[in-house]
């Protein structure tokens, strides 16, 4: 017999639900920070170019709301040790 997917798995990239440090970032949050780290690496001021790049990435949906890797790339921002942080 065979299993119809459930929800979860018919939609890999949508990001899951979270709680803690993570779900402090909305999505429109986390889409604004790929948007602008892709500014910086792109030097370009079109969104639109900008969220058709993070799509190809998979950063991003269609809908233009964050994928699961768009949320671990912008959670990976938060956790890089700063530059000149010797607070450790």
């Known amino acids: 017999m065979q299993e119809t997917p459930s929800r979860a798995s018919?939609?890999?990239?949508?990001?899951?639900?979270?709680s803690g440090e993570e779900a402090a970032l909305n999505d429109v949050e986390v889409g604004k920070r790929i948007l602008r780290f892709l500014r910086l690496l792109n030097a370009s001021s079109n969104d639109d170019a900008l969220r058709e790049f993070a799509m190809q990435r998979n950063w991003m949906d269609a809908?233009?709301?964050?994928?699961?890797?768009?949320?671990?790339?912008?959670?990976?921002?938060?956790?890089?040790?700063?530059?000149?942080?010797?607070?450790?």
């Open 10 to 18: 018919s939609q890999p990239n949508r990001a899951p639900q979270v």
């Open 63 to 88: 809908a233009g709301e964050p994928t699961r890797e768009g949320r671990r790339l912008v959670h990976g921002f938060d956790s890089a040790e700063r530059p000149g942080d010797m607070s450790q």
